[in-house]
């Protein structure tokens, strides 16, 4: 007899890739998510990260706001926080999953990886880096976090800069690599 299936992690990283042309790790990218989590303090909450093409990313930005352009990250707020979320100085262990009936989602974040590839060529850096980079930028955005003012962009800049390299930025072994593989995709030929 087999023993009963766990319930769903409350601290669950759910990942989808939607773009044949890459091959994202699970692994590595939920590390990633739990690393950040685990720094912000937000071990109990639930997180989705949808990696896509262009042309969806286009139509979600469009269709949520008003903006007809493709972009590199869209962030899904679950909560309306007062205050972003610090990030902690010292990473402290989960405080405990809380209530296991009670689900707690912080949102969801879409992230465009021909985009981020574009962006990675541009500033001469890695698509991995670039595609962790826009992981924390867009859990910034789900914790609170805005850059439309100079003094709250300021702060972003700040708050992202400490992930990264809570992630390995200027190690020679961060967190990120090999979150993603570029595949070979067939083209059917025309007749």
Not at 34 to 56: C, M, N, P, W, Y
Request: net charge positive.
């Amino acid at each position: 007899m087999k023993p009963p299936a766990a319930p769903p992690s409350v601290a669950a990283v759910d990942i989808t890739c939607q773009v044949r042309r890459y091959r994202v790790s699970t692994a590595v990218i939920t590390a990633i998510a739990r690393e950040i989590k685990s720094h912000l303090g937000l071990d109990d909450f639930q997180i989705g990260i949808t990696f896509v093409g262009s042309r969806a990313i286009r139509t979600l930005n469009h269709r949520f706001r008003d903006r007809d352009k493709v972009t590199d990250v869209l962030s899904f707020p679950q909560i309306d926080w007062q205050r972003p979320v610090p990030v902690r100085r010292k990473r402290k262990t989960n405080r405990g999953q809380g209530d296991a009936f009670l689900l707690h989602t912080l949102g969801d974040i879409v992230i465009s990886i021909p985009e981020a590839e574009r962006n990675a060529a541009q500033i001469g850096q890695s698509l991995e880096r670039e595609l962790c980079f826009l992981v924390v930028h867009g859990f910034l955005h789900l914790c609170g976090y805005d850059h439309m003012v100079p003094k709250d962009e300021a702060i972003m800049l700040r708050a992202q800069r400490v992930l990264m390299q809570r992630l390995g930025e200027g190690t020679r072994r961060p967190l990120w690599r090999n979150c993603v593989k570029t595949t070979l995709v067939r083209r059917k030929r025309a007749r």
